[in-house]
């Protein structure tokens, strides 16, 4: 499952054939998570038991911080550069570029996840972007930038081997922004 502010992305995958048996994605009109939440509840098959369950957090507050500076106690701090509206923070280590990646979620939407899918396993959507991109492109011998446009956002990444240079997400309304 993927969610962002909007959107609520899944999909079914069976194991065994590793074939995908189910995908949806539901549209929410406004920011408000209230509306995300009811948007969830709807879905039934969201709240059934499965072998596993990950879930992807896209496009929430976040910033990333190399592994060399970091501290745990510091988590808050580091995202109240990025945003003020900091509710339920997660991190997750970023092995090949040695960071780690500091995100925040509403407090009510970490709540439902957990009350239907108690044992899911969260990511950070830019963790995977990074991770894949390092293992699919790691001997480019020079800078490479990667968009990901998703709704109102884009988010820039900037590799060079396994060495990120730069990442960042923002708000876009035309055409014009992105350029």
Not at 28 to 46: P, Q, R
Not at 80 to 91: A, G, H, L, P, R
């Amino acid at each position: 499952m993927e969610i962002s502010q909007q959107t609520v992305l899944f999909s079914l995958l069976e194991i065994k054939n590793l074939k995908y048996d189910y995908f949806k994605l539901l549209r929410c009109d406004s920011k408000d998570v209230s509306d995300l939440i009811a948007l969830i509840n709807t879905e039934d098959l969201l709240k059934q038991n499965y072998s596993s369950s990950t879930i992807s957090y896209s496009h929430y507050p976040s910033t990333i911080i190399p592994n060399k500076v970091y501290e745990n106690k510091h988590k808050r701090r580091y995202l109240e550069f990025t945003d003020e509206n900091i509710q339920i923070i997660k991190s997750e280590n970023i092995h090949q570029i040695d960071s780690t990646i500091i995100y925040s979620i509403p407090k009510k939407l970490n709540n439902i996840i957990n009350q239907i899918q108690p044992q899911i396993i969260d990511r950070n959507n830019s963790n995977i972007l990074i991770t894949q991109l390092i293992k699919q492109y790691n001997n480019l011998t020079k800078k490479n930038v990667f968009l990901f446009v998703k709704e109102s956002k884009i988010e820039i990444i900037v590799l060079q081997k396994e060495k990120l240079f730069f990442q960042n997400t923002f708000s876009w309304i035309s055409e014009n922004d992105v350029l």
